[in-house]
């Protein structure tokens, strides 16, 4: 008996031998070895391919491949791309969506949607002559044919999946080739300023977790809401405009940070010192001081916005109408952040503040009465605020309808404020081009027109 348990024993013992050897064969280090890349990268890849839900994106990816290389340099590649990854994006949209904020695996497919499109736009720029290509575009074409696991590298990018931001496949490859440093050479000194962004946003996030428990878009929908006081309701929408941006604030702010520390974020030098905005998704001075919406437009969701000039508006130049061509960018970015009727209430406000923004200032630019009043410098201040309190109660009226989604929701409460984004800025569209006629002499139009 005991010389067959010593059996059993020494048995056991060698197995357990010839399996730890067998790990050890196994192990990430020299799978990493063998595939040419390091073991926490491999570590990476396999903890994303682990992911619920993943073949979604994956399964874009691949086809994006295949389309460039089957296709080529041809429009049919770009109207195949578009066509493809709008459709899947728009049908995950449509059966995985409520009426709340989702984070499901669309939150992330929406960021690869415009990378893929805008990736098959700049292969096609990519086979033309230089000369007929903007220097913009000249910046952006991709020369060279991307491989698998460049497209996969610059789809999964672990600091921009998520919640972006927007970069071109050009600047991932600089990334990757050791170009984008500022010690030409060696890793880029770049922990300080990733920090810096990195506290910002956790400046933000701290903001935003004490007060977000107090100032919510769900109190719009309460009996208490509607028997407040107009003012009120008014202050109450102004103030959570405000506050609601936060949140992405402090995303971008966050993903921001990790961009600057890998290198992504770096962009060349200004006057001898590195400059690290290259993925700045936030101008936080701008977007907490300019009392235009044009200024918070250019100051929050920087690359998504430049992304939608780049591959849209400029590209419906054709059309020869730039309010048209405005009007169409909107609607994509409504389609593009998802099918609830929210959405094109919000974008569709933003398209009449601009417009009519744009006339006020011109108004103000040319008319000789209403140029010397706002000149006059101890009334600045007071038009100051009067401008912040415009610009933040409609961009909260017009995140209303954002936040909440569906209409039975934006539109209870629109009602409650008589609808006073659309009756304000509707009747300004009208009004201000006789007002334009009446205060602007003639002399002064006849220069313009020159």
């Not at 920087?302 to 591959?311: F, G």
């Given at each position: 008996m005991a010389s067959a348990a010593e059996g059993d024993v020494g048995t056991v013992a060698e197995l357990a031998t010839v399996l730890r050897w067998g790990f050890q064969e196994l192990s990430l280090n020299k799978l990493a070895a063998s595939l040419g890349a390091t073991e926490q990268a491999l570590r990476l890849i396999i903890s994303i391919f682990l992911g619920n839900q993943l073949y979604h994106s994956l399964l874009c990816v691949v086809l994006q491949f295949l389309i460039l290389r089957l296709m080529g340099r041809t429009i049919t590649a770009i109207l195949t791309t578009f066509c493809f990854q709008m459709a899947y994006l728009l049908a995950g949209y449509y059966y995985t969506a409520t009426g709340n904020y989702d984070i499901k695996w669309t939150m992330p497919h929406c960021v690869l949607t415009l990378k893929l499109i805008g990736l098959a736009v700049d292969y096609f720029d990519g086979g033309k002559e230089q000369n007929s290509l903007s220097s913009e575009q000249q910046k952006y074409a991709i020369r060279g044919v991307p491989s698998l696991l460049e497209v996969a590298g610059f789809s999964y990018f672990y600091g921009a999946f998520l919640v972006g931001p927007q970069f071109s496949m050009n600047h991932y490859m600089k990334l990757v080739q050791g170009q984008l440093t500022d010690i030409p050479g060696k890793i880029p000194n770049s922990t300080k300023p990733a920090l810096k962004r990195l506290s910002l946003g956790l400046v933000y996030l701290v903001g935003y977790t004490l007060l977000s428990p107090h100032i919510t878009e769900e109190y719009f929908l309460t009996e208490d809401y509607d028997s407040r006081p107009f003012w009120f309701r008014c202050m109450y929408m102004l103030v959570w405009g405000k506050f609601v941006l936060y949140k992405y604030v402090t995303c971008w702010l966050v993903t921001e940070g990790v961009c600057i520390l890998t290198g992504l974020g770096f962009n060349n030098f200004e006057n001898g010192k590195a400059k690290w905005d290259a993925c700045a998704n936030m101008k936080v001075w701008l977007f907490e001081t300019n009392?235009?919406?044009?200024?918070?437009?250019?100051?929050?969701?920087?690359?998504?916005?430049?992304?939608?000039?780049?591959?849209?508006?400029?590209?419906?130049?054709?059309?020869?109408?730039?309010?048209?061509?405005?009007?169409?960018?909107?609607?994509?970015?409504?389609?593009?952040?998802?099918?609830?009727?929210?959405?094109?209430?919000?974008?569709?406000?933003?398209?009449?503040?601009?417009?009519?923004?744009?006339?006020?200032?011109?108004?103000?630019?040319?008319?000789?009465?209403?140029?010397?009043?706002?000149?006059?410098t101890v009334l600045q201040p007071f038009y100051y605020l009067v401008q912040q309190t415009i610009h933040w109660l409609f961009m909260g009226y017009s995140m209303t309808a954002f936040c909440l989604f569906t209409w039975d929701k934006w539109l209870k409460v629109y009602k409650s404020i008589y609808f006073l984004g659309h009756v304000f800025f509707l009747s300004l569209l009208f009004i201000l081009p006789y007002v334009h006629k009446a205060m602007v002499p003639r002399k002064e139009k006849l220069k313009k027109m020159e």
């Open positions: 009392p235009r919406f044009t200024g918070t437009i250019a100051s929050f969701n920087i690359n998504t916005n430049a992304w939608v000039a780049r591959y849209i508006f400029k590209r419906l130049k054709f059309l020869g109408n730039k309010e048209l061509s405005q009007g169409l960018s909107l609607l994509f970015l409504a389609l593009w952040h998802g099918l609830h009727s929210g959405y094109l209430i919000c974008f569709q406000m933003e398209f009449l503040i601009v417009i009519v923004e744009r006339q006020a200032a011109s108004l103000i630019r040319e008319s000789p009465t209403l140029s010397n009043l706002a000149s006059i």
